[in-house]
């Protein structure tokens, strides 16, 4: 596929062919879905649990099920909603339902979620205001909803440097390249539009307009094993941690 310009619709084909082609391997390929990790996410997936009174979770851009095998015996029922038909075929032990469906318009009734997670998703969006217009849809009032794992884009301009050499040496998209003949660098950068970071000042203010009100942080956590050691799990300033992490409740 060759993409003369790059809009809505071609980032979305870019997504959904990408992790069709890497739908068997991608965790593999990606190599930091950790056990560490995994701890990691499933204590914040409970701390989020016990602040709702129902357990119907939807994970947005779930693909490999990596939020909804964490969320496994703290939820009642696991729904993972993907554009990529394959990567939903391939883990369909992740999850309790798998949805193939573009996140902008959700195939669910208004308020039927307790909790909506979204991890690692944001970046590859190419906007964000239908999103967040279908999450404050079908998530019921006092619902939560936590994003995490995306690049601040304040984070992005303050190393702009650093993070070059980083991503050299790191050369995320060689890997799949290698792993799958479907993948090119021009699908790969299409389909982390949003590779150089997500503004989450804007992201906090559309959530708020939306009747959220939010907790917000930056971290380091789960990047690599070194950063793990050297900056652990602390919170940090805005700009001086890579990771956006959002909890938006919605008021009641």
């Not at 969320?71 to 394959?86: M, N």
């Amino acid at each position: 596929m060759e993409y003369s310009k790059t809009d809505e619709k071609s980032v979305k084909e870019a997504n959904k062919k990408f992790y069709d082609a890497v739908a068997d391997s991608y965790e593999n390929i990606d190599g930091r879905r950790s056990n560490k990790l995994e701890m990691w996410l499933r204590t914040n997936l409970s701390n989020i649990r016990k602040k709702v009174h129902g357990g119907y979770l939807l994970d947005i851009g779930t693909g490999s099920g990596f939020v909804t095998r964490c969320a496994e015996g703290l939820f009642t029922e696991r729904i993972g909603v993907d554009i990529s038909p394959k990567i939903l075929a391939a883990n369909r032990k992740s999850f309790d339902l798998g949805v193939c469906a573009d996140v902008d318009r959700l195939p669910f009734v208004d308020n039927t979620f307790d909790v909506i997670t979204c991890f690692s998703v944001l970046h590859h969006l190419y906007n964000f205001e239908k999103l967040i217009f279908e999450i404050a849809r079908v998530i019921k009032p006092g619902g939560i909803f936590y994003s995490d794992h995306d690049i601040d884009i304040n984070f992005s301009k303050r190393f702009k440097w650093p993070l070059r050499l980083y991503r050299r040496f790191y050369n995320a998209s060689s890997k799949y390249i290698r792993a799958n003949k479907g993948v090119t660098e021009e699908l790969y950068n299409l389909s982390e539009y949003h590779g150089n970071g997500v503004d989450s000042d804007y992201l906090i203010r559309m959530f708020e307009k939306s009747g959220f009100t939010m907790e917000t942080g930056f971290h380091w956590f789960g990047l690599n094993p070194v950063t793990d050691v050297i900056f652990g799990q602390k919170s940090y300033l805005c700009g001086r941690a890579p990771l956006f992490s959002m909890v938006a409740y919605k008021k009641t």
